[in-house]
Structures are given as C-alpha cells and as structure tokens.
C-alpha cells in the first residue's frame, strides 16, 4: 500500500530509491537492477543529469538518431531527431531525399517577437490609469536596466509596452503587455526577471501618483509571467516543383498526385478532428528536433496548437496548392527557441547536436526545425494518400514487435525477409514467431 513520506527531497538518491523501492515493488533487486543500468558510468556525468531535476533516481533515455539529405536554403543538414516513435525518422529522410532532387526547403524568419504580461486587478477609473501608465511607462523601462544591460549590448531587450484593458472579459483585470527580442536566447529567465521589475516599480510609483485617490493607489499584481503564445515570433518553411516532378511512379501522374494531396490538405484545413492528427504529424518532426537541441517542446506544443486555433477554429498548419502548373506546400507557424542558455550549454548530446546542425543562431534553428515539421507532414500525407499510412509505419513498428517477444537475431532476419511482402499486424507476427519456433526446434 502506498505511504506518505516526509522530507523526501532531503534524501540521498539511494535512500529515494530504497523507499521508492520498499514502497511499490516486490522484487527490490530488479527494479534497482533496472534503475541502476540507466546510469552513466562517468560520475560527473552522472551528477549533471541528476541536477537537471529534483528527486533523480535514474535517467530516462530516448533514441538520438539522425535525417540526413536536408537541402534548406541551398545549405546541406543533417538534422538530429530525439523521438520513440517508429518511422518518424525514416519518413524525415525520404521527404529530406525527395526534395533534396527538386530545390530543397526554402525558409525564411518573419519576425522573432516574444511576449510577457504583468496581470493586475485595478478598481478605479480608467482614464486615470492611462495618465498614470503613460507617465510610468519610461520608468518600467529604466529601472530594468541593471536586468537588460546585457541583452541590450547584444542588440536585444525590451521592445515595447502597453496597457491593455481587459475588464469586458474579468471584472477590474488589466495588463502591462511587453514585447521583447531575445536573440539566440529562448529568453523565459530574461522575460520573466523583466516583468517582476516592471510589476515591482509600477506597484511602488501607484503609492504616490497624485490624480489616484487611496483605494487606486491599491494596485494588486495577480503574476508576472511571459507568454508561450508567440504569433509574432514566425518563421515560414516551402517547398515546391512542376507538377510532373511529383511523379509517385506508374500509378500515379503528377497531377493525380498533386490533386489528392491538395484535397487532404485542404479536408485539415475544414475538419478539427483530421486537423489535430495532421498538426500532431507536423510536431512528430518539430518536437524530436526541439528535444534533441535542449529546447522546450511542451512551449513549443502549446504555441503551435494556439496558433492552429487564431483564426476561431482549429486548422491545418500547412498548405498546399497548384498555380502556373507549379505546386506549392508550405506553413508558417511560431517558435520560440534558443541555442544559448538552458541545457544548450550543459548536456553533452545538446552541444553535439547544436554542432552537427552548423552551430546555429536561433533563427537558423527556427527555419531547421520548420523544415522537420514540414517533411514530416509531406512524408505523411504522401503515405496517407498514395500506399495509406500503415504499410510502411508497421513495417518500421515490426522490429519493436519482434523485440517485445525477444526474437534472436535469426528470428528478426527471418521475418524481416518474410514481413516484406506480407502484411504486418501485431497478431501475423505474433503467429509467424511461434510458427518459426516451432520448425526450429
């Protein structure tokens, strides 16, 4: 049965396990077999990993693998990719070869803004608080400045600040809304430190604006916190070729192709339901390359997915269409990433990762993980619409199968070879297994 503990994160990593252990398993040998052969052989490697987080007992791996054959904006990358899922890899790198033949990805960043907000509760009058925001507004900046110095010298800081009125939505809610640019930085620290200094000084001037009566002057700040919603922070990835380029071999002509991806497409753009699956395959090659960089995925995720849903409805990321006999598919979407600060200087796979994509600025990295995103989601719609999705994902999925049941090396080559001309399904290979240990015995 499961207890409370007291004082648990003053533990030794030992005595977490030995409790962890004592409290939810039966066999204590095997589970810490389990937890210790996750650990790194190099010690101070080891306590890297551990202080990344609170309360490490182990470490929890992913595979790293990478897709080759990228041609983004006439410069060759072979881009890293952090993910579990069977075929992600695998379809990253046939869309990579595919277009890699006709021009590759052209991107380009549109804008690189980030926001934070100051919310507060203010019950007075509003024409009053203009006054006082627009004689206060310099001075949020100023007394910022011991926190922006650097980022200023680097050419970033605090672009702009507004006071936006929110009470048609809670009653007495209003907001300091701050823009910023954070250059190579993902920049949530930087935001973050900014906006408690601007909620400190616009607390404290309150006290003592003259056209406020005693009950205005009691500005309450709700939280100081910056948005992973970022429509201003937007880069756009491309592709495209004559309509014949897109031959999907003799049974389909170019433009039998070009037309039934459109339509799939277009059904994303139309149909929620369809739209979260094709978004979820766009971020299969977004999130892997922001995972393998030290970057946020799960800030990632929510921007993008707000972002699907600006215009009321939740749509299609990408885009697709026919004009002059050229095809054309392509998204804009917004990311927020780094490649300074955060684990970009800390975990080893990070540095590495960061060097095998040329060391690149945050913009580069911006237009890189787009350009996963959008061959993800070509390689899928392309599946989808020509052989259907499951032929080639099962075939990548059967060596998992084959691992779950620990087939021998014979076994997998076997049925490999036996798998490329049938139809894989979980219950065939489980049948094929038994029937080839059968005949072996």
């Not at 579990?84 to 990579?96: G, L, R």
């Not at 960061?354 to 690149?360: A, D, F, I, T, V």
Request: proline content about 2%; aromatic content about 10%; some cysteine.
């Amino acid at each position: 049965m499961s207890k409370s503990i007291a004082g648990f994160s003053k533990l030794s990593k030992s005595k977490k396990i030995d409790w962890i252990v004592d409290t939810y398993f039966s066999n204590a040998d095997d589970t810490k077999r389990v937890l210790k052969q996750y650990w790194n052989s190099d010690d101070k490697l080891q306590q890297l990993h551990d202080e990344f987080i609170e309360n490490t007992i182990t470490n929890y791996y992913l595979p790293l693998g990478v897709a080759p054959n990228f041609l983004i904006n006439n410069t060759l990358y072979t881009i890293p990719m952090a993910i579990e899922e069977s075929s992600v890899v695998a379809a990253a790198s046939k869309a990579a070869k595919f277009w890699l033949e006709r021009g590759g990805f052209k991107t380009k960043v549109i804008s690189t803004t980030k926001i934070g907000q100051v919310h507060f509760i203010y019950k007075g009058d509003f024409d009053k608080l203009v006054t006082f925001f627009n004689q206060v507004k310099s001075k949020l900046i100023t007394e910022s400045e011991a926190i922006t110095k650097n980022m200023k010298k680097r050419g970033g800081g605090i672009l702009d600040i507004e006071l936006r009125n929110k009470t048609a939505d809670i009653e007495n809610y209003y907001q300091l809304h701050a823009s910023f640019e954070t250059l190579d930085a993902m920049g949530a620290n930087f935001i973050n430190s900014c906006l408690e200094q601007f909620a400190k000084t616009f607390k404290k001037e309150a006290l003592s604006f003259d056209l406020f009566s005693d009950k205005e002057k009691e500005i309450d700040i709700v939280m100081s916190i910056l948005s992973n919603y970022v429509p201003n922070c937007l880069v756009r990835a491309e592709v495209s070729c004559n309509v014949e380029d897109l031959t999907e071999g003799s049974d389909f002509s170019g433009e039998a192709f070009a037309s039934k991806f459109i339509q799939a497409v277009n059904i994303a753009e139309v149909e929620p339901y369809r739209a979260v699956t094709h978004n979820k395959g766009i971020m299969n090659g977004i999130d892997a390359v922001v995972l393998a960089t030290g970057n946020d995925f799960r800030a990632v995720e929510a921007g993008v997915h707000a972002y699907a849903s600006k215009d009321g409805r939740y749509s299609s990321l990408s885009h697709a269409k026919v004009e002059n006999n050229i095809f054309t598919f392509w998204m804009e979407i917004p990311l927020a990433l780094g490649t300074v600060g955060g684990l970009t200087g800390l975990h080893p796979l990070v540095k590495l990762a960061l060097e095998l994509l040329h060391k690149p600025s945050a913009k580069e990295l911006m237009q890189i993980v787009a350009v996963a995103g959008l061959a993800q989601n070509f390689a899928a719609l392309r599946s989808l619409t020509t052989t259907g999705i499951q032929q080639g994902h099962m075939k990548m999925h059967l060596m998992n199968i084959l691992n779950q049941f620990e087939a021998n090396e014979f076994e997998k080559q076997t049925l490999v070879e036996h798998f490329k001309n049938n139809t894989v399904t979980h219950s065939a290979v489980t049948e094929a297994l038994k029937n080839l240990r059968v005949s072996s015995e």
